[in-house]
C-alpha cells in the first residue's frame, strides 16, 4: 500500500519564523512534489525534485526552498513565514520517469499551515 | 502560461442525478490528463488521459479526452450524496510539471 506521510497536520507559527515541512513516501519514487491549495486557486506547485540532491522551481517558488537529501525526503522551508503563506501544503510523489508510464502522483494528508 | 480551466466551478444537484464535469487546457507538450477527487483530505486519483477517444470507465464514473479541442469531461451517473466532493482537473506539460484547475464543487443532495 502506496504512502506518502507529512509530518505535521496542522502547524501554527508566526510571522517571520522558519518552518520545516516534512514528507516521505515509502514507494521509492524519484519524483516529488509540494503544492499549496488555495481556495478558488486549486493546487500551485511550488517546487518538485525528480532525485536526490535535485531540484526545480515550480509556478509560485518565492519565499520557498526545498531540500532533497534522502530520496524517501522532502522538505519544504519557509526560511521568513508571513501571513500570505496561510494555506494547506500537498506532498506529492510519482514514479520516475513521467509521462505516459506514470499512472498517478501519490498525495500525502496535507499540512494546514497558519501564519499569524 | 499553461492553464487548465474547469466548468461549472460549483454544481448543486439531487442524488440521481446525471452530470458533466468540463476541463479544458492550454498546455506546452501535453503529456496526460488527470482526473481527481478531493474531500476533506488530499486529493484521490480517478483517471489519467493520454489518448484521445477513449473513455475510461470505473463504477458510475467515466471520462474521455479530446485532444484536438483540448478538453476533457467527467460524468458521473446515478449520483449519491458521497459523490460530493471537489472535482479536480490537472494536465500534465513540460518537464513534468502538472498544471490544475481551479476544482468543480459537487454537492449532491439527498
Known amino acids: 500500500d502506496v504512502k506518502v506521510t507529512q509530518s505535521s497536520r496542522y502547524l501554527v507559527k508566526r510571522t517571520g519564523e522558519k518552518v520545516f515541512l516534512e514528507c516521505v513516501q515509502d514507494m521509492d519514487h524519484e519524483n516529488m512534489f509540494w503544492y499549496r491549495q488555495d481556495p478558488g486557486l486549486g493546487l500551485r506547485l511550488i517546487y518538485f525534485?525528480?532525485?536526490?540532491?535535485?531540484?526545480e522551481k515550480g509556478d509560485i517558488p518565492e519565499g520557498y526552498s526545498v531540500s532533497r537529501e534522502k530520496k524517501e525526503r522532502f522538505s519544504l522551508i519557509l526560511e521568513s513565514a508571513s501571513t500570505n503563506q496561510t494555506s494547506m501544503y500537498l506532498c506529492a510523489s510519482s514514479l520516475y520517469p513521467g509521462g505516459v508510464n506514470m499512472e498517478t502522483q501519490y498525495f500525502g494528508p496535507g499540512t494546514r499551515l497558519l501564519v499569524l | 502560461e499553461d492553464k487548465v480551466v474547469q466548468s461549472p466551478l460549483s454544481l448543486v444537484v439531487h442524488e440521481g442525478d446525471t452530470v458533466t464535469l468540463n476541463c479544458s487546457y492550454e498546455?506546452?507538450?501535453?503529456?496526460?490528463l488527470l482526473w481527481y477527487k478531493q474531500e476533506k483530505k488530499a486529493p484521490t486519483f480517478l483517471f489519467m488521459l493520454t489518448s484521445s477517444g477513449i473513455e475510461k470507465k470505473s463504477g458510475r464514473l467515466s471520462s474521455i479526452l479530446d485532444k484536438k479541442e483540448l478538453f476533457s469531461i467527467l460524468n458521473i451517473t446515478a449520483t449519491q450524496t458521497g459523490d460530493s466532493a471537489v472535482y479536480l482537473c490537472?494536465?500534465?506539460?513540460?518537464?513534468?510539471?502538472?498544471?490544475f484547475g481551479p476544482g468543480t464543487r459537487l454537492s449532491v443532495l439527498p
Open positions: 525534485s525528480y532525485d536526490v540532491k535535485m531540484k
Open positions: 498546455v506546452t507538450n501535453f503529456r496526460s
Open positions: 490537472a494536465v500534465e506539460g513540460r518537464g513534468q510539471n502538472f498544471v
